[in-house]
């Protein structure tokens, strides 16, 4: 076997998979291959060919990697060269116009919205606005307890767990929040968030890989223009109003939207820039706090024993009369293991179940192995986080794996051993998402006050999907109810109802 790739020959919209120095061709069409669950057939392809495997989508080669110290060796000693994107067709150039921190190319564009992005999310922002964050988790734990009726009646989740995501993102983008769950921005926003992750999976659209299709009317380029239309018109509106009031010397609270606003002549942003930058905000930081909120929601009813001891030590570290809060946390190791491992989701779909691909500015070889210039490298990270020699009995919902490790989301991402790192769902290297400590804190708030408040469980009749989701990038699982009962008689005390 040659240590190095053979040469890939595009073949049409065929797919071609190069493993180690040989060739593997399978099927044509669009993309039947991957199957329902494109997550699985990577993995099994990582198990046959390796932790770095290459494949011709249309137009594209790509790279799998699914090794944590691969991932690494490129994505971060060497990230000056694998921390560009490929600008897709649908979620670049048409959806986000070319701008949008997740999504732009490794250029001074991208520098100068990360660098705005950043003065939102770094740990002094994000200190300064806990109490929304706190806020909005009692106010999320008080509605489950009253649509839930005090446990009488049965109540999905999901939407109460949207809704406090997207309350917690409209406050850090405009300084604003919606009132109640029937708002008709809840529904608009949950549904914007949603339509581009179902636009935009990172292997889903043979638009992005077949150029010839790009200049035809098809059904996918429509659905993304009008959701670039829908984004301009919600996200971009708000900030239209945000500069009349400001205009008119009304008093509008800080937030990034003011700051964009503000600045826009010294940073050279105009409307779209700014919409686009808020609309990146707002898709990523529902999306995937919310997801996660969701899946734990589905997953724990199932588990009463893990439920126990979460609720014994609740009641030894914070008691009864009060919620749990950030300096907490500390403190509460088993409730902080519960967390991380919903957080790598091991029995059930990852939300995130690839990270978002990075692209290399220059040809690169490693181990022998060539990386042309321009390809998309994907970081696999469904097979990560089913690795046994990491995750003994991966498929198995087991906290205690975590119960020694202290680290936060961000802590674990920076250390030098890769295969320590909890998860791999906010990224990594230079690109690693903006809002993880956002999304940290977000989660960990409302995660701890649903176990100190509820014992949660499965209504008989109503098994609860977990293999299943909805979504295709980033995914939730299907609609389900649960009964959120409270644990004792303080819960209404505490959350005022």
């Given at each position: 076997m040659s240590s190095r790739a053979a040469p890939l020959t595009k073949v049409g919209i065929r797919f071609q998979m190069v493993p180690l120095g040989y060739q593997y061709l399978l099927t044509s069409g669009s993309f039947p291959f991957l199957t329902h669950y494109p997550e699985l057939t990577l993995d099994y392809w990582a198990k046959k060919f390796g932790p770095l495997y290459s494949m011709w989508l249309g137009n594209q080669l790509f790279v799998v990697v699914s090794d944590p110290q691969i991932v690494k060796d490129l994505m971060v000693t060497n990230g000056a060269v694998f921390s560009s994107r490929k600008e897709m067709f649908l979620k670049s150039q048409t959806i986000f116009a070319g701008r949008g921190i997740t999504a732009t190319p490794y250029n001074d564009r991208w520098r100068k919205h990360r660098r705005i992005a950043f003065g939102s999310l770094n740990p002094r922002a994000v200190d300064e606005y806990t109490h929304v964050l706190d806020m909005e988790a009692t106010v999320l734990v008080r509605e489950l307890y009253n649509y839930g009726k005090a446990g009488a009646v049965p109540i999905n989740p999901q939407p109460h767990a949207g809704r406090a995501s997207l309350n917690n993102m409209l406050t850090i983008v405009f300084g604003m929040r919606t009132d109640t769950i029937e708002h008709p921005l809840v529904a608009r926003a949950l549904k914007l968030s949603r339509e581009f992750m179902n636009c935009t999976g990172p292997v889903s659209n043979i638009i992005d890989f077949v150029p010839i299709l790009q200049g035809l009317p098809n059904y996918m380029t429509t659905r993304s223009k009008k959701l670039h239309t829908g984004l301009l018109e919600t996200y971009g509106g708000f900030l239209n109003d945000i500069e009349a009031k400001i205009n008119r010397g009304e008093e509008v609270p800080g937030c990034l939207a003011k700051t964009m606003i503000q600045t826009k002549e010294e940073e050279q942003l105009d409307h779209v820039d700014m919409a686009i930058l808020a609309s990146a905000f707002m898709i990523g930081g529902v999306e995937t706090?919310?997801?996660?909120?969701q899946w734990f929601s589905a997953l724990i009813p199932a588990y009463p024993d893990i439920q126990a001891k979460a609720h014994a030590e609740l009641d030894r570290v914070v008691g009864r009369d009060r919620l749990p809060t950030v300096e907490d946390e500390k403190n509460l190791p088993y409730v902080h293991a519960i967390i991380k491992a919903t957080f790598s989701f091991e029995r059930c779909h990852n939300p995130f179940w690839l990270g978002t691909p990075h692209v290399n500015t220059e040809d690169f070889t490693y181990r022998g192995q060539f990386i042309p210039k321009d390809t998309v490298v994907v970081l696999n990270t469904y097979t990560m986080h089913h690795e046994p020699r990491r995750y003994p009995d991966p498929h198995t919902f087991n906290p205690e794996r975590y119960i020694n490790?202290?680290?936060?989301?961000?802590?674990?991402?920076?250390?030098?051993?890769?295969?320590?790192?909890?998860?791999w769902m906010f990224g990594v290297g230079r690109r690693i998402c903006p809002g993880i400590l956002v999304a940290d804190r977000e989660v960990w708030l409302a995660i701890s006050r649903m176990l100190w408040a509820f014992k949660m469980e499965e209504i008989p009749g109503e098994p609860i999907d977990l293999k299943e989701y909805d979504g295709l990038s980033g995914r939730s699982p299907v609609p389900f109810r649960i009964k959120m009962i409270p644990?004792?008689?303080k819960v209404a005390e505490v959350l005022g109802v």
């Open positions: 706090t919310a997801s996660i909120m490790d202290s680290t936060t989301t961000a802590e674990s991402a920076n250390l030098s051993d890769p295969y320590q790192r909890d998860h644990r004792h008689a």
